[in-house]
């Protein structure tokens, strides 16, 4: 079970700020479940052994990651993202999810409040390895929001699959999640996760390997001790 603490900025509302400024965005965790093998942030875990390049940003979780795959057989990815936008100015269960375009075959998505109880839930599917397909913060109820992708797919061999995430505050392009804080500093202020699968190989191009892989950096761990105001008990 995941608790929060809520944290009212009582004299932002009372003497207000001057000006729009950038949205304060944090990462409250991240899971990956590949093929039932779960990495948690909170638990200290690290990236997926499939980790090939990453530009990911463990503070405010915004980047891309890149995974790669190449031994033939069945794969189940799911990746999930929690994050606050202006949390200290406005709490966390103000915002709302949507998505954006078509989903891909063998893809599968969900937004949730990652607390809740409910059958189905978000955070109970992405550990289980199966996505819903669901919204369960629509704009008419807002609350906390997490965002997961899922990809179900298969290598023959000689084939490699790449994964590509894309977090970002700007409209992505193809199947996207949004997650919305109407109330932020940027009135309002978003955050896409889109995410794509490529399978080549098996006669065809190879996707050569690359010199060197990004580092991460310190903040990809220990991600409960950045100042945020939630707590984490399981």
Known sequence: MKVKVLVFAF????????????ATIDLFEWIF???GTVSDSLN???????????????????GTLIFRFTNPGSYNFIAFFDHEIDQTINTFFNE???TNGSLAVGQSWQIGDPFSKDPGNIYDNVLAGALGNTNGVPSSTPNDVSMALGWNFALASGEIGTI???????TLAGFSLQQTDPESTLYPADIYFSGSLEIR???GPVIPEPATMLLLGSGLVGLAGLGRKKLFKK
């Open 164 to 170: 590509r995430l894309d977090l970002n505050t700007a």
């Open 11 to 22: 004299l932002f509302m009372v003497f207000g700020v001057s000006g729009a400024s950038a």
């Open 44 to 62: 200290g875990d690290p990236f997926p052994l499939s980790l090939w390049q990453s530009t990911f940003n463990g503070q405010d979780g915004l």
């Open 33 to 35: 479940n590949v093929n």
């Open 96 to 98: 709302y999810g949507s």
């Open 201 to 203: 190989g098996g006669g």
